[in-house]
């Protein structure tokens, strides 16, 4: 099993997060520090501004929620073939300790992959290695387009919207 921290090797979907995060993941100051495809883990931080704090100054239990969200569905996508995405069916999150402003660390890994459901667990730590949260979520595979279908679609000309070739017409 090999660290792509290690082997400079990210999978597709880490680089796509690279290269352009979701808004949501860059407001919660999401960055990917390390994962391992053949072992389904995960490993985020999360640079966590005041901005996310309620007013007693702990990190609003909602902020805490949209993270493990990120730490769950990154681990997800280790597992995703080109032209899926895996939609959240039901996600749990408990909230053990006040989770304060600084870096925190989260950990995903992937429970079991099915053909049609995939099954997560993870964990959001503080820098002094408290459990601040643990959460699991079940979600669904979806294939968008198969890589087949779109290399016809470019090859036919046709763009998204249209189908077999016809012109888009105005309402």
Same mark, same amino acid.
Request: hydrophobic share 45%.
């Given at each position: 099993?090999? %660290?792509?921290? $290690?082997?400079?090797?990210?999978?597709?979907?880490?680089?796509?997060? +690279?290269?352009?995060?979701?808004?949501? %993941?860059?407001?919660?100051?999401? $960055?990917?520090? *390390?994962?391992? !495809? $053949?072992?389904?883990?995960?490993?985020?931080? +999360?640079?966590?501004?005041?901005?996310?704090?309620?007013?007693?100054?702990? &990190?609003?239990?909602?902020? !805490?929620?949209?993270?493990?969200?990120?730490?769950?569905? &990154?681990?997800?996508?280790?597992? =995703?073939?080109?032209?899926? &995405?895996?939609?959240?069916?039901?996600?749990?999150? %408990?909230?053990?300790? !006040?989770?304060?402003?600084?870096?925190?660390?989260?950990?995903?890994?992937? =429970?079991?992959?099915?053909?049609?459901?995939? +099954?997560? $667990?993870?964990?959001?730590?503080?820098?002094?290695? /408290?459990?601040?949260?643990?959460?699991?979520? /079940?979600?669904?595979?979806? /294939?968008?387009?198969?890589? *087949?279908?779109?290399?016809?679609?470019?090859?036919?000309?046709?763009?998204?919207?249209?189908? *077999?070739?016809?012109?888009? /017409?105005?309402?």
């Amino acid at each position: 099993m090999a %660290s792509a921290r $290690e082997t400079g090797e990210w999978p597709p979907n880490i680089k796509a997060i +690279f290269k352009r995060p979701a808004p949501a %993941s860059a407001y919660l100051g999401l $960055e990917v520090v *390390d994962c391992d !495809v $053949e072992a389904g883990t995960v490993e985020l931080a +999360f640079n966590a501004s005041d901005q996310l704090c309620n007013l007693w100054g702990g &990190i609003h239990g909602g902020m !805490v929620a949209a993270m493990m969200d990120d730490i769950l569905a &990154i681990a997800v996508g280790l597992t =995703l073939e080109w032209g899926q &995405i895996s939609p959240t069916l039901e996600m749990k999150v %408990s909230m053990l300790s !006040v989770a304060k402003p600084g870096r925190l660390t989260g950990r995903g890994r992937v =429970l079991r992959r099915g053909k049609s459901v995939v +099954f997560v $667990e993870g964990e959001l730590l503080d820098a002094e290695g /408290t459990l601040l949260a643990k959460g699991s979520s /079940t979600c669904t595979l979806v /294939t968008l387009k198969k890589k *087949d279908d779109r290399a016809a679609d470019k090859k036919a000309g046709n763009k998204a919207g249209k189908k *077999d070739g016809a012109a888009e /017409t105005a309402a």
